[in-house]
């Protein structure tokens, strides 16, 4: 027979009962061959949809996660059909000013626009060879990001914070006041939110709307009230519709999705239930590659205009950046912005800990003809200089700030001139790279010419003092 | 088609198929699965099942589906073309991928590892009537412009030649060489310029020979401090961000070696993009050709299926033994270990075998050692001596030293370049840690240094150590009780070790003349730093502050030297050296 047609025939079967409901998982015994990964129909007693999709099949029993989960679904009563392919979402720019799921199903109370694509949610790998090496700047405004954690266009650079940190209001101005230099560009935003709280969505709607580029985002919510099984899907079928205004549209997609640690707790709970062997905090062993299935969808492809950067935002359990989440998205992402409770506490905004963050794409997107020709070392000077400053203060902990050699009170004062004046701002000011990069030689000035190792003479006598600022104290 | 049927499908969990209706199936079989063949191999057999492990994503494969056997186990095709391509884990060209599926990789794409159609240029170098035997080298085709391609006889075949092409061009698909067997009833042997080797069997060699010659990286930490050598195994553990893969870059660019095989192992799609856009365009210092024409890429990105994961490692290692066979000196990187044996895990898993530490199989540590094994510096089956070093990243969950593949890899690897995390977030670069890194090699290679380079060489290198060694128990003096607490002569030992830092460790990738030292210029530097340890050492027993010496202007200069002295300017360290004795003996005099 006709394999299609085939298909088409075992799709439309419907299996009535299923033999075990756990958690989201469902188990159907006595079933025709599925497939790995297809995607499935489950129909409650009154007769609604919920999508799912097999996860283990075999001769006697295939296991179908149901994303929109399984509270009031019975055994005998529910009917269960396999539609023979892959979860697709289908896509078109119309998506954009529109609220859905995290099927991608319309939760604004409009109709479902009209798909142009109909796209496997799981993706596939881009081969490298037809990757573009993203390397243009993007001003966010944000001096300690554009100064030294440059993000960089199509690149992964995730928000490394913790709870009750203000890490929605920095993903906010940056999706505000992110620009290319020079390029006027047809941009959206894909939102995913999975497990946050109504005022979360609320607030980065507001934001959204106020500077006026609602009809350029398409919000995929799965909320905390929402079944927590769906949050495994939510970001990629936000992701596939980056994809599609990317590479099918050209456009520029900035892509956020907060929160990736609940993302990963369910991916957790599921495999609890299957029973696999864990491994750290009970986190599945493939919790590495799942993430990376996620992450790795974005930058930029040769030949096509657009590009899909990410700004995901993750909660780090006890504000541990060693635990597996924030640990192995380090490991797949470009780099890292990471929140240090202690500068929120002395009210720094945005409070982003100057070591521990980084971003890889930045060496290729910075310097003559990008930024400032400058640039690189004075971000390398500052990062050595911010280093030492914090070794000057555990010194000052224990002998007291008195006992300390001049030099090392220059350390201290440029320490705090650079958090107050470089590093902090408004979360509404935006702030042009030179004018970042003025601050950041404004600080190094407070240092001895000396000091500044990382910097060409020819950049000290071009910039060194150059900005008024305190002379150094006397007497050294 | 006319295939076997080796079994039929009967559970699909992710990666892992089990299969039932086996018989004939052999133990890591290569087989194709279902209607798209999907690239798979036999893992386990037991009775008429089997586990099979596929190299593709397995979305859609269902129960009852065929496999198909190849009768072959998973093999890589060895043979002029190799270099400059980028391969997949499972040897698949990423261009030829490309050119059939376009920009995301399709399933069950058809794949020819070496160009079939492309002529070479043949020479032979032996004749008919001439008896050959494994290994030997029959003859040349000149691959790149810097690699000469040695076919050799493949390992098990002899005999008397009974034909051989005469120079010319030919492609991989015409056979070059016929052998009358000596193992009766074997018939004629018929040779191309290819030969297939199973990816997880060592590939044979005459005799190992001791290592005593560096591989120089032209990084000053790595060469000067904890010298690798050629044949050598190397660990680079290190939490995310800390510089593993910059530094295998580094010395995938400028090293040593004749020939570079690069395995992206379950890491980002950019980093392989990275390397596919610069190295074409970099110049090998040594032949002033470009890199790319001794580059070998494996690509399995983190997005890619994680068992090709798995099999990426051996693709590579055996690719890199088969250079060695040729008598080339071989520098694999593999970046990252972890993520390979993270795939080993996931399958293991998968197979519900029972775990050992941390989830991790119980045979990781026989796998990372057999790996490990697989390097060394040989004299092949020709004679000839060729040497395959392993650089492997690890990457520690959470940045932890005490985690199994950290640990195994310790057991089975002799130099460990440990990354620093406090290094790393001050910017210090290579964050190679002076503390935890060691180097077995020290002793083997230092006859080389002190007679190629400069006699002072491993005591220079002892003394700076020591005062590195030294510089941390001040330093702990001077967290409790701050700087002015100590003597001007030990804080001079903090002063030339910030010199030292400063100067020589930290090197920057990306600058022009930075980005690596010859053997040379790296001993050049070293002696001038510690001139300056000597003698204002006696000049602080003289009396002369600390202060004084710090002001001295020439410390500027010796603090830029590593970016102002290109590496054929050596000669510029003489000048330099006389200036800083000129400034010393100012600073004496006062003193008197
Ligand atoms: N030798 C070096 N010179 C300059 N920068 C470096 C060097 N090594 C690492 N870096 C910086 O550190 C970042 C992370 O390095 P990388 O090798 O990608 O880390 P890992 O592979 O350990 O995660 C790079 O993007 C680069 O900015
Ligand atoms: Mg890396």
């Not at chain 1, 300690?144 to 490394?160: A, C, E, H, S, Y």
């Not at chain 1, 980084?358 to 990062?383: C, N, V, W, Y």
């Not at chain 2, 018989?23 to 290569?30: H, K, Q, Y």
């Not at chain 2, 300056?532 to 010496?549: C, F, M, P, S």
Request: glycine share 8%; net charge negative.
């Amino acid at each position: 027979m006709d394999k299609d047609l085939k298909k088409r025939l075992l799709s439309a079967r419907e299996y009535v009962g299923v033999d075990q409901i756990e958690g989201p998982l469902v188990f159907v015994k006595n079933t025709h061959p599925v497939g790995y990964r297809e995607l499935v129909e489950c129909r409650d007693r009154k007769g609604n949809i919920r999508l799912g999709t097999v996860m283990d099949t075999s001769a006697d029993v295939a296991v179908v996660q149901v994303f929109e989960g399984t509270s009031g679904l019975n055994m005998p009563e529910t009917r269960v059909s396999f539609k023979g392919e892959p979860q697709t979402l289908g896509v078109t720019k119309k998506m954009l000013g529109r609220v859905f799921n995290g099927l991608g199903q319309p939760r604004d109370g409009g109709a479902a626009p009209r798909a142009v694509r109909h796209i496997d949610v799981n993706g596939r790998p881009v081969n490298p060879v037809a990757r573009e090496y993203p390397r243009d700047f993007i001003q966010t405004g944000i001096s300690v990001i554009d100064g030294m954690n440059t993000l960089i266009r199509g690149q992964k650079l995730p928000i490394f914070s913790g709870n009750g940190l203000p890490h929605n209001e920095l993903a906010a101005q940056i999706t505000r006041q992110a620009k290319v230099k020079g390029q006027d560009t047809d941009f959206a935003v894909v939102f995913a939110a999975m497990g946050v709280k109504h005022d979360v969505a609320r607030y980065f709607i507001d934001s959204f709307e106020k500077s006026g580029v609602l009809e350029k985002v398409a919000l995929f919510l799965s909320l905390a009230d929402d079944p927590s099984i769906e949050r495994i899907i939510t970001p990629r079928s936000a992701l596939t519709l980056a994809e599609h205004l990317a590479f099918d549209e050209g456009m520029h997609v900035l892509v956020v999705m907060t929160d990736m640690s609940n993302y990963c707790e369910s991916l957790r709970e599921i495999s609890t239930l299957r029973g696999e062997i864990p491994s750290r905090k009970g986190y599945p062993g493939y919790l590495y590659s799942d993430l990376a299935e996620l992450y790795e969808r974005s930058g930029m492809l040769k030949g096509f205009k657009g590009s899909i950067t990410q700004l995901p935002i993750l909660t780090m359990p006890n504000d541990d950046i060693s635990h597996p989440i924030p640990d192995l998205s380090g490991y797949i992402t470009e780099g890292q912005i990471v929140f240090e409770r202690d500068m929120h506490a002395r009210g720094l905004y945005p409070p982003v800990a100057g070591l521990p963050s980084l971003s890889r794409l930045m060496k290729d997107g910075i310097g003559e003809g990008m930024t400032r020709a400058d640039h690189p070392h004075l971000a390398s000077q500052l990062f050595a200089a911010y280093s030492y400053v914090k070794d000057v203060r555990n010194l000052a902990s224990v002998i007291g700030e008195e006992e300390l050699t001049p030099l090392d009170h220059q350390y201290m004062e440029f320490g705090e001139h650079f958090e107050k004046k470089f590093i902090n701002q408004r979360a509404d000011e935006d702030r042009s790279i030179e004018e970042t990069l003025d601050r950041g030689w404004e600080a190094l000035s407070l240092l001895p010419a000396e000091e500044l190792h990382r910097v060409t003479e020819d950049e000290i006598d071009e910039y060194y003092g150059t900005v008024a600022v305190r002379k150094p104290e006397a007497g050294l | 088609m006319n295939e076997r049927i080796a079994g039929t499908v009967k559970r699909v969990n992710g990666p892992v198929i089990e299969a039932s209706r086996i018989d004939d199936a052999l133990m890591m079989e290569m087989i194709f699965v279902g209607e798209q063949r999907l690239v798979g191999e036999v893992i386990k057999l037991k009775g008429e099942e089997a586990v099979i492990q596929v190299y593709e994503d397995t979305t859609g494969v269902a129960p009852g589906d065929n496999i198909y056997g190849s009768g072959e186990a998973l093999s890589v095709s060895l043979g002029p073309g190799l270099i400059g391509t980028i391969y997949d884990g499972i040897q698949r060209p990423l261009e030829s991928l490309f050119d059939q599926s376009g920009e995301f990789i399709e399933k069950g794409l058809s794949f020819q590892a070496l160009d079939q159609e492309k002529k070479w240029d043949f020479t032979p170098l032996v004749k008919k009537g001439d008896f050959v035997s494994s290994g030997d080298i029959i003859a040349t085709v000149q691959e790149t412009q810097r690699i000469e391609h040695r076919i050799m006889v493949p390992p098990g075949r002899e005999g008397q030649i009974k034909s051989i092409a005469c120079e010319g061009s030919y492609t991989l698909r015409e056979t070059i060489l016929t052998l009358d067997s000596t193992v009766p009833g074997t018939g004629d042997i018929e040779l191309t310029m290819a030969q297939n080797w199973p990816i997880r069997k060592p590939r044979p060699t005459a005799d190992r020979r001791p290592l005593n010659i560096p591989l120089i990286t032209g990084q000053r930490v790595i060469d000067t401090l904890f010298p690798l050598a050629k044949g050598g195994t190397v660990a680079i553990p290190g939490g995310f961000g800390t510089g593993k893969t910059m530094t295998q870059h580094a010395i995938a660019k400028w090293c040593d070696a004749d020939i570079i095989v690069y395995i992206g192992c379950g890491e980002r799609g950019n980093e392989m993009t990275d390397v596919l856009n610069e190295f074409p365009e970099l110049i090998d210092p040594s032949t002033g050709r470009s890199l790319m024409e001794r580059t070998i890429l494996i690509a399995n990105t983190s997005n890619m299926p994680v068992s090709a994961r798995e099999a990426s490692i051996y693709t590579g290692i055996t690719i890199a033994e088969y250079y060695r066979d040729q008598g080339y000196h071989v520098a694999i990187m593999a970046d990252s270990t972890s993520r390979w044996a993270e795939a080993l895990r996931e399958l293991s898993g998968r197979m519900e075998e029972m775990p050992a530490e941390e989830g991790f199989p119980a045979y990781l540590p026989t796998r990372i050692a057999e790996f490990y094994e697989r390097a060394g510096y040989m004299e092949t089956l020709s004679g000839k001596e060729g040497s395959v070093s392993i650089i492997g990243a690890v990457s520690p969950p959470g940045g932890d030293f005490s985690e199994p593949v950290t640990q195994h890899t310790r057991r089975f690897v002799r130099c460990f370049w440990g990354l620093d995390r406090q290094l790393a977030n001050a910017r210090h670069y290579p964050a190679i840690g002076w503390l935890d890194s060691y180097s077995e090699y020290l002793n083997d290679i230092s006859p080389w240094w002190e007679e190629r380079v400069g006699p002072a060489w491993a005591e220079d290198r002892r003394e700076i150590l020591e005062l590195l060694q030294k510089e941390v128990r001040l330093q702990q003096i001077v967290k409790l009780v701050g700087p002015d607490a100590l003597p001007d002569s030990q804080r001079f030992i903090i002063e030339v070790c910030t010199v030292f830092k400063n100067a020589f460790l930290q090197q920057n990738a990306f600058d022009d003349i930075d980005r690596y030292s010859t053997a040379e210029k790296q001993m050049r530097m070293l002696a001038i730093i510690l001139l300056y340890w000597r003698r204002g050492n006696e000049a602080i027993r003289r009396g002369v502050t600390i202060v004084k010496l710090r002001r001295m202007k020439v410390l500027q200069e010796i603090i830029k030297m590593k970016l102002t002295i290109a590496n054929d300017k050596v000669e510029r360290f003489d000048r330099l050296e006389a200036k800083l004795e000129r400034s010393l003996d100012r600073l004496g005099a006062i003193y008197g």
